[in-house]
């Protein structure tokens, strides 16, 4: 299966402290570019992807769901028969507009953004007084039309401590999928990285209490940009698995189309230690940025047998999120 990532613009109503995307923005905006594509380039990406034989497609920004064509846009992915994915901070989720162009759309799934389990947590990181009530108001909405809605949460150190509450929240919520992602440390995140990015062993007894609480309420979850070695016990929820059986092209606004499995194993660093350990073969690593601030002290190898290493390998390719 062959997805785009169509990033339809930067605009956005949040301005995340760890929002990756402020670099290109800021770019675009001091060259005097428009930030934000027109209708007819993101459906011209569209056509130039399906020629392409694109099977998936995600809608992305910035913030889609802003734009006063999210149903041409809708409507373009259906003609073209295309599995939806709608990356979301999910304010505007609970609008007419929004959803009645979804309604009647069966391939179709939802990534919603929530960065806490309180609303001064997640008004705190969007810099969005009321954000937080506006985004569970949206993840309901859907919820009640029954669209599959996957929570994204960016783990940093505002929120660090309600990770565990979260699952819980999202239980409340009636929502069964969970995506932990680690911050990457560029645009926001760069700026703010002392206020956002923790290390992974602050984070690991955290994620022991997000996994018990996952099982508890028999919510899916996993984990994007922590290695093996940090989640020994969990490596089936490394988030990165699911890209061993899938091909990604993704484009910045008004950027050359790029492929996503290349380049995000460009800007992750492994550690000196990390060539003796079994799964090498099929672990990212960090960040790079987080590799640069903290070393690499934290990665240990995974050492097994031969034996033991080829069934560890085969199981763990069996696992998607």
Known sequence: ?????????????????????ADSSDKLADNNINIDLTTEECLKQIDDQVKNGINKIVLTGGEVTIRKDFDTLINKCVENNLSITIQTNGRRLNNDFILNSIKDVDDIKFVVALHGAKSNTH??????????????????AIIDYKKILILKVVISKINAEELPDIVTLANSLGVKYICFAFPHGQGNARKNFEEVIPKYSY?????????SNSIKYKI??????????????YMHLVGELKYLKSEEICSQVHEEVFDWNEIRHSIKRKGDNCQKCALYSICEGPWSEYVEAFGSDELKPII???EQKNKILEALKQFTF
């Open 1 to 21: 299966m062959l997805t785009y990532d169509l990033k339809v613009g930067y605009s956005c109503n949040n301005r995340c402290k760890h929002c990756v995307i």
């Open 123 to 140: 008004d705190t990181i969007t810099c969005v007084k009321g954000s937080f009530d506006e985004t569970c108001k949206g993840i309901s």
């Open 203 to 211: 984070l690991q007894p955290i994620l022991d209490k997000v996994v």
């Open 220 to 233: 899916n979850i996993e984990f994007e940009a922590i290695p093996f070695c940090i989640l020994h016990k």
């Open 304 to 306: 097994v047998s031969e």
